[in-house]
């Protein structure tokens, strides 16, 4: 089935200390109305090399949360306890921490201001990395769309499921967001959970090119 695709760009920052791993942490808050407050706590755990993703909530259930941490050699999860730690009168239950191979990594330089993050324990990983993102994808001319952030990991210790992280921009000039680009209604069937953050206001998208 074939549909229209929306365009995207990244402008994408090299680095000669990569991502080693991302680390997903989902959890359930004891009440729907703990999310601002779980914010809170997270936003102020102090943020890595990598700049912080905040709090993440499900599209199907605002009690189901997740955090997703990105790490370069050398950095430990001591954070990751501390904010557990802050958490945790909050949390009704923990899931264990998830480890993900990076794939592909890129970001802007500008921070996005909205994020939406797909996790699948199914569907089996190809042997080998991912194809990195061609010119074309990250540089089209007319409709496309910046995109600030993109994080794409296979699960350490299975060759099934895919973590994809997606932050963009909600400039008014881009318009809504276009909702065929991810199936939120049909995300609990195709065994996809699907987790996005507040809007935050931009600091400002980077041009196409």
Do not use: C
Request: proline share 9%.
């Amino acid at each position: 089935m074939r549909g229209a695709r929306a365009k995207v760009s990244v402008h994408d920052m090299p680095t000669d200390d990569p991502i080693t791993v991302l680390v997903l942490q989902e959890f359930r808050l004891r009440a729907a109305g703990d999310a601002a407050a779980a914010a809170r706590i997270v936003a102020a755990t102090p943020p890595g090399i990598e700049p912080a993703i905040p709090l993440l909530t499900s599209i199907e259930d605002r009690r189901d949360v997740a955090t997703l941490r990105a790490l370069h050699t050398g950095e430990g999860t001591e954070a990751d306890a501390v904010e557990r730690a802050g958490l945790d009168h909050l949390v009704s239950s923990w899931a264990a921490p998830k480890h993900y191979g990076p794939r592909v990594t890129e970001r802007s330089q500008s921070p996005p201001s909205s994020f939406r993050l797909a996790v699948t324990e199914s569907g089996i990983n190809a042997v080998g990395g991912a194809a990195p993102l061609s010119d074309h994808s990250r540089r089209n001319e007319g409709t496309s769309r910046p995109i600030g952030l993109v994080w794409i990991g296979a699960p350490v210790g299975t060759h099934a499921g895919l973590l994809v992280l997606l932050g963009g921009y909600d400039e008014p000039h881009l318009g809504p967001s276009d909702p065929s680009g991810w199936p939120l209604p049909l995300s609990r069937d195709l065994g996809v959970r699907i987790y996005e953050s507040p809007r935050l206001e931009s600091s400002g998208a980077q041009s196409t090119r």
